[in-house]
């Protein structure tokens, strides 16, 4: 149980484009769904937390109109990075908690963005 | 601030022997610390987790400790083995929710 699907696992975009990279709950009800940015031999940096139907929370320096995010339903969360740059290239990874609320996080298996 | 600190960030061993990793956290409200390994390019992987009720932890060859009035845990792996090597992580929970994560340790298990 607890599986979390995150697509696409790879994506290749030019400069100035914007990328959207899905994050599903297969078995579960996320109740909140957390995002973090790995770039390479790094830690993982929380964005943003959601919360279905509710407006993102943003971590202190990342730009919420750069990032956007959207937590339609109990299942689905959806990362978009607009307008693309080169700097934005990076390991994204979200993860989701279930009404258990233990605390534990169930990970996506990430989705890894080059920006040409 | 919220913060987790990690040491040290790289760490060779020669298998068989034990391996140490130690961190500390800023919020003394914290109350669940996960240790996490992670493999080149794929997703962080729980191995074990404390809550702040509990002083020791051990599964097999893994063990946790939390010192909550020096606010700092260790993961202790015992008689490492080369597939052992990978990054490890730990991690705290600060305003009852949110994740954050040390820096992270290289380990290297020799044969």
């Known amino acids: 149980g607890a599986v979390v699907s995150q697509h696409p696992s790879r994506v290749i975009c030019k400069s100035g484009t914007s990328v959207k990279i899905e994050c599903r709950s297969l078995?579960?009800?996320?109740?909140?769904m957390f995002w973090y940015r790995q770039f390479p031999k790094q830690s993982l940096m929380l964005m943003a937390t959601s919360n279905e139907g509710s407006k993102a929370t943003y971590e202190q320096g990342v730009e919420k109109d750069k990032f956007l995010i959207n937590h339609a339903s109990l299942t689905l969360s959806t990362l978009t990075v607009t307008s693309a740059h080169p700097e934005d290239s990076s390991f994204y990874i979200c993860?989701?908690?279930?009404?258990?609320?233990?605390?534990?996080?169930?990970f996506g298996e990430g989705s890894r963005l080059t920006v040409l | 601030g919220e913060n987790v600190e990690q040491h040290p960030s790289t760490l060779s061993v020669q298998e068989g022997d034990s391996a140490v990793i130690k961190c500390t956290y800023s919020d003394s409200a914290s109350n669940y610390f996960p240790w996490y390994k992670q493999e080149l390019g794929k997703r962080p992987q729980l191995i074990i987790d404390i809550r702040s009720n509990v002083g020791e932890k051990k599964d097999q060859r893994i063990a946790v400790t939390l010192n909550k009035t020096a606010k700092h845990f260790s993961l202790h792996i015992t008689e490492t083995q080369p597939e052992d090597s990978a990054v490890y992580f730990c991690?705290?929970?600060?305003?009852?929710?949110?994740?954050?994560f040390g820096a992270g340790t290289r380990l290297f298990v020799k044969a």
């Open positions: 991690a705290a929970n600060f305003e009852g929710f949110k994740t954050i």
């Open positions: 993860s989701a908690t279930d009404r258990t609320n233990t605390g534990e996080l169930f």
């Open positions: 078995d579960f009800q996320a109740t909140t």
